[in-house]
């Protein structure tokens, strides 16, 4: 085995995990867009989205 194979087999496999997580990470922010969506269909409104006439003292 040559040292170019070595060199070929590492960018490679680099390649495959980088691609890998950019995925996971794609598929994760779906997911959470997902869960964000039936949360506020449920009524669960985050604080910082509160009016602030709607705050009571």
Known sequence: ?????Y???SYGVTGI??????GWV??????RQRE???LE??????RSAT???DRQA
Do not use: N, P, Q
Not at 1 to 5: A, K, L, N, P, R
Not at 17 to 22: D, F, G, K, N
Not at 26 to 31: E, F, H, I
């Open 51 to 53: 009016v602030a006439g």
């Open 41 to 46: 269909a449920a009524g669960v409104r985050r």
């Open 1 to 5: 085995m040559s040292h170019e194979f």
């Open 17 to 22: 995990v980088i691609l890998a997580l950019i």
């Open 7 to 9: 060199i070929y087999v």
């Open 26 to 31: 794609w598929l994760d922010g779906r997911a």
């Open 36 to 38: 964000l969506k039936e």
